[in-house]
Each structure stands twice: as C-alpha cells, then as structure tokens.
C-alpha cells in the first residue's frame, strides 16, 4: 500500500459512502489491495514497460474495486476480475492520446533485487506485448493457457502459438551470442 497514496485517501475517505451494513468493506478492499498490489503492478509493468503508467494504473484498478458494488463468487473470480480489469486499464492507458504526444520515461529502475531476474525481466518487457501478457500471466500468475484464453478474449490455440514464439524470442534474447550446438 505504500506505492499507492491514492488509494489509502480513497478508502479513508471513502467510509460514508458504503450504507451501515457493509462496515467491513473498507476492510475487506484493503486486504484485497494487499493481496493482489504486486500481481497488479508486474502485470501492469509487462504490459506497458513503464513504471509509473504501470503504478497509475494500480491506482486505477483498485479504485474501480473500490466502486464494484457485487460481490465476487470466490477467490478465482475475484482473481480473474482484477486481472481482467488491470488488463483493460492497460489498454486505455495504450490508447490515449496523452500517450501518443509524450514520451515515456525508460530510465526508470525496475523493481527487481535479483541480478538473473533482472536480465529475464528485462528480455521479457523487449519482446512484442502479446507475447509478454501471455507470458506473465502463464509463467509468473500460473494460469493454464485455457484459462488465459477465457480473460484474454482469445482462442486457446491462439495463446498456445503466442506461448511458443513468446518462448522463442526469449530463448534467442537470452542465449544472444551462444552458438545452437552448445547445450546448456
């Protein structure tokens, strides 16, 4: 929650809003923000390669929540939801016009610790952005490419090729200068 002021003063000020009988709501939208904050922000951050669009629109999502007046079914719809909506945000914030008269600011540091993730991070954001949704949200959200299909709003065949050139692209970014004859 520290990365998102905005939404802290939205859930403070926002207790008058809901009626008496929804009283947890402020807490059950924080655990809910604590709960998926990083999964927001690297997806966010895969799809747009950019830090602060990607922390924006955290913002944005979890403000939406805040606003979402039903309940989820359970936890994998309330998943799902989030992810789908983080998604959507992304795309808005891709066609913007703002976006389009203004450049991004890339000299800003990933939040990454590990040196090795780093170098994977950094293949996977230069790579085409069909390729780095698909590739998140199988190998660092554990989704089956079924169900990446359903929030994509794509066929599975479709996300199976985008897996497999995904998986190309990085495979040559990574192995660069290696010879194909070496095995590692």
């Not at 939801?81 to 945000?89: D, E, G, L, S």
């Not at 016009?97 to 994977?120: N, Q, Y």
Request: charged share 30%; glycine share 4%.
């Amino acid at each position: 929650m520290k990365h998102f002021p905005m939404i802290q003063n939205v859930m403070s000020r926002g207790g008058e809003q809901w009626e008496s009988n929804e009283m947890g709501k402020n807490e059950y939208l924080a655990i809910l923000v604590n709960k998926y904050a990083d999964m927001v922000l690297r997806l966010a951050l895969t799809h747009l390669g950019n830090l602060a669009d990607a922390q924006d629109v955290c913002q944005e999502v979890y403000i939406k929540l805040f606003k979402h007046h039903r309940p989820f079914n359970d936890a994998e719809h309330e998943k799902a939801w989030i992810i789908r909506v983080t998604i959507n945000k992304c795309k808005d914030v891709i066609r913007s016009p703002w976006k389009k008269w203004f450049s991004t600011v890339d000299d800003i540091p990933l939040p990454i610790e590990h040196i090795e993730s780093m170098e994977v991070v950094s293949s996977v954001l230069e790579i085409p952005r069909k390729y780095r949704m698909v590739i998140h949200l199988y190998y660092y959200e554990g989704y089956k490419t079924a169900e990446i299909a359903e929030l994509l709003n794509r066929k599975e065949g479709t996300i199976r090729t985008q897996l497999k050139r995904a998986k190309e692209l990085l495979k040559a970014k990574l192995m660069g200068g290696l010879d194909d004859d070496v095995e590692i």
